[in-house]
């Protein structure tokens, strides 16, 4: 079963990670882990003062910074992953992920949002759910 593991660094992430790592046996004996991690964009006018390459720089240095200790991780729990990071907006890239990566589920951290909070600021969790094509395991 191949899982796609949204990673964003927060201690969501963590949990989410951990309970994949605890609950092994739910991915099967071929699992395989894919970790995303999506980057919001800078605005364009950001682009154009300091430049593609400083931008794509800071992306990925920022990327690294979450991924970096994920693969320590599933490196010591001698699991077998990928690691992939994007940019743009993070509920539609980790569905794009999902399906591009033919991923049979989604499992992610949900910052634990009220109803007024995601009516207000959205929700990155409820974003997934509702487009998603595969099941998605939300870890709060």
């Known amino acids: 079963m191949k899982i796609l593991l949204a990673a964003d660094g927060s201690k969501f992430t963590k949990k989410a990670l951990a309970f994949l790592v605890t609950h092994e046996?739910?991915?099967?004996?071929?699992?395989?882990?894919?970790?995303?991690?999506?980057?919001?964009?800078?605005?364009?006018?950001?682009?154009?003062?300091?430049?593609?390459?400083?931008?794509?720089s800071y992306h990925e240095e920022e990327a690294q910074r979450v991924l970096r200790p994920i693969e320590k991780f599933l490196k010591r729990h001698d699991i077998e992953f990928t690691t992939r990071w994007t940019v743009g907006n993070p509920g539609q890239e980790i569905v794009r992920a999902a399906k591009k990566e033919k991923a049979h589920m989604v499992v992610m951290g949900t910052h634990g949002h009220g109803i007024l909070g995601r009516a207000l600021l959205g929700s990155v969790a409820q974003n997934v759910l509702t487009q998603c094509d595969v099941p998605v395991l939300l870890v709060k």
């Open 25 to 56: 046996t739910l991915a099967g004996e071929d699992a395989e882990i894919v970790v995303v991690n999506v980057q919001m964009a800078v605005p364009s006018r950001v682009k154009s003062m300091v430049g593609a390459q400083a931008v794509n």
